[in-house]
């Protein structure tokens, strides 16, 4: 399995690459547009040109919309929180790695029940609210 970063690398390099050919290929273009004008001036062919460099810059447009697309998009991940509940404190406890039947809980120290399964949680990694504060 690839990570997401990684996934996200090789498809700006990929849009990278292609944004550069098509760049070129505009320039070329352009170069073949305005040698024919001398012959044939705003005619057929140099409306063809047109055309073909309007293409391009559109093709540009929608590479630069996923490469924004990118940068926003939102990978959420599972987290798993096993609840219990301490009917002294009337609190409700989460722990998120295991999930013992029984747990002293962190409050009064009273042997508390696991309270369902667990909850499961979509958070958004790396974003400010998972952010870890110290
Ligand atoms: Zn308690």
Redesign the pocket.
């Known amino acids: 399995m690839k990570t997401i970063t990684k996934i996200k690398e090789h498809i700006l390099s990929f849009i990278i690459k292609e944004e550069a050919k098509v760049n070129t290929e505009i320039e070329e273009l352009r170069n073949k547009q305005h040698s024919n004008m001398s012959d044939y001036g705003l005619g057929g062919p140099y409306q063809r040109y047109e055309k073909a460099i309007e293409r391009r810059k559109n093709h540009l447009a929608e590479l630069e919309a996923i490469r924004k697309s990118l940068h926003s998009a939102v990978v959420l991940v599972p987290m798993r929180f096993y609840g219990y509940y ?1 009917p ?2 009337t ?1 409700k406890i989460y722990i998120q790695s295991r999930n013992p039947e029984t747990i002293e ?1 962190p ?2 120290t ?1 042997r ?1 029940y696991r309270d369902g399964a667990y909850t499961e949680w979509m958070i958004q990694n790396n974003s400010r609210f998972t952010k870890l504060n110290r």
């Open positions: 301490c002294s404190c609190e809980c409050l009064c009273r508390i």
